[in-house]
């Protein structure tokens, strides 16, 4: 069974920092690209970070240099460094796998507000 957990999801103001978790199991989880994505009310949803199986890294220009990509092999984690946070960031993150298929976790809601 695989599952994509996600946590560290919460309420923080704006210029605050995150950290978001997505632990993974019923994968080889080293062979897979992980990425983030959000959607927030009334949008697509859209690309925040990639890392791949090599750690190359990709970011959406929205959060380029405010947020930071990594992962765990060992752990079965990738993870969501977001600093500098602003409102526009608010939505729900979703964390993925993929290779042949794609699998996703149920989000996490990240919202920043005064």
């Known amino acids: 069974q695989v599952q994509l957990v996600e946590s560290g999801g919460g309420l923080v103001q704006p210029g605050g920092s995150l950290r978001l978790s997505c632990a993974a199991s019923g994968i080889i989880f080293s062979a897979y690209s992980m990425g983030w994505y959000r959607q927030a009310p009334g949008k697509q949803r859209e690309l925040v970070a990639t890392?791949?199986?090599?750690?190359?890294?990709n970011y959406a220009d929205s959060v380029k240099g405010r947020f930071t990509i990594s992962r765990d092999n060992a752990k079965n984690t990738v993870y969501l460094q977001m600093n500098s946070l602003k409102p526009e960031d608010t939505a729900v993150y979703y964390c993925s796998a993929k290779l042949v298929r794609d699998y996703w976790g149920q989000g996490t809601q990240v919202t920043v507000s005064s």
């Open positions: 890392i791949t199986s090599t750690d190359s890294t």
